[in-house]
C-alpha cells in the first residue's frame, strides 16, 4: 500500500484553510496545521482525528514573526513525509490606502507574500529533487483587478498569481505540481 503524503496546510484554524484539513483528512492523508489559534486548531484536529482517523499535528505560528516562520520552514526542509503544502494564510485589510498604517501594510505584505514566498522556497527543493508532490497557494479574484479600498491586498494577490505561475514554468517539469487558487468573495 503507498502511503500518502503528509499535507502542511497553514491559516488552518477556519475559512478556506480548514476545509482543505477536511478534504485531505477524508482521503487518509495525515495534516500538519498551522495558525495563530491554537485552541480553534486544536479543536479541528481533535475532530479530524476522531473522523477520519489520521495524523494531525497542530503548530501554533505567526507567519509574521521571523523565528516562528523560520521553525516552519525546517520542518518542510527537513520532513520527507510532507508532500503537499497549501500556503492559505494571509489576511486582508480594507479601507482607504491614505489611511492604513505603514506597520499594517507592512505585516499584510508579510504575511501574504513574503511568508508563502518563504515556505515555498523551504520545500520546493526537496519536492523536485523527489520529483513529486505540490504547492497550492492561495490568491483571490481581487488579484487580477483593483478594487476600491483593497488595494495592497490585491497587490498581494496579484504578486501570489504570478509566484505561482511563474513555480509551475519551474517546477512542473521536475514532477512538481503548483497550483494558485483565487477565490472570490
Known amino acids: 500500500m503507498t502511503t500518502l503524503p503528509t499535507v502542511f496546510i497553514t491559516g488552518a484554524s477556519s475559512g478556506i484553510g480548514a476545509t482543505y484539513a477536511e478534504r485531505f483528512a477524508r482521503r487518509g492523508h495525515n495534516l500538519i496545521i498551522v495558525a495563530r489559534d491554537k485552541s480553534r486548531l486544536e479543536a479541528l484536529a481533535t475532530r479530524l482525528r476522531a473522523e477520519h482517523q489520521v495524523s494531525v499535528e497542530v503548530l501554533q505560528a505567526d507567519l509574521t ?33 491614505l489611511a492604513q498604517s505603514a506597520e499594517a501594510i507592512e505585516r499584510q505584505i508579510t504575511l501574504n507574500t513574503t511568508a508563502l514566498t518563504r515556505l515555498a522556497a523551504a520545500i520546493a527543493p526537496r519536492l523536485a529533487q523527489s520529483g513529486t508532490g505540490a504547492i497550492v497557494n492561495i490568491g483571490s479574484v481581487v488579484g487580477f483587478a483593483p478594487e476600491f479600498g483593497m488595494s495592497i491586498y490585491g497587490a498581494t494577490k496579484a504578486f501570489v498569481l504570478f509566484l505561482s505561475q511563474g513555480l509551475s514554468l519551474e517546477l512542473s517539469p521536475k514532477g512538481v505540481y503548483v497550483q494558485a487558487v483565487l477565490p472570490a468573495a
Open 65 to 97: 514573526n521571523t523565528a516562528e516562520l523560520s521553525v516552519l520552514e525546517a520542518r518542510l526542509r527537513d520532513d520527507a513525509g510532507i508532500g503537499i503544502l497549501i500556503n492559505n494564510a494571509g489576511m486582508a485589510q480594507s479601507g482607504d490606502f
